[in-house]
């Protein structure tokens, strides 16, 4: 008598990440689990904007926007640059721009599920 209940473990094994790349993952994700962090993304998502501008833009002191820039900046989610005294952030490349329209879209197509039941 088999343990297995079916082949599919041994299929499904052979996809499975190593530890590092499921760890890496999971903190990649976790970063998304903020609300600010989000909507710090969404306003980067088809233009760059300033420290600054962000603070004023999600109601909130500049110093917490720039923590969580300090964040999605080491996850490699935004990418900067200096122009005279000022920092602009943009989406560091167009994965995350897909990531979060996919994103996007998969809420938005829940909602209009949701409300057709």
Do not use: W
């Amino acid at each position: 008598m088999k343990d297995l209940c079916c082949e599919t473990p041994e299929k499904v094994k052979e996809l499975l990440l190593d530890e590092e790349i499921s760890e890496n993952l999971s903190f990649f994700f976790k970063t998304f689990s903020e609300p600010i962090r989000i909507k710090i993304l969404l306003a980067m998502l088809h233009t760059e904007i300033c420290v600054q501008d962000l603070a004023i833009l999600l109601e909130v002191s500049q110093p917490r926007v720039s923590n969580q820039l300090k964040l999605l900046k080491l996850n490699k989610l935004v990418k900067f640059r200096k122009e005279k005294n000022n920092i602009y952030y943009s989406l560091d490349d167009k994965h995350i721009q897909d990531i979060l329209n996919i994103g996007l879209d998969h809420i938005n197509h829940k909602k209009l599920y949701k409300d057709c039941e």
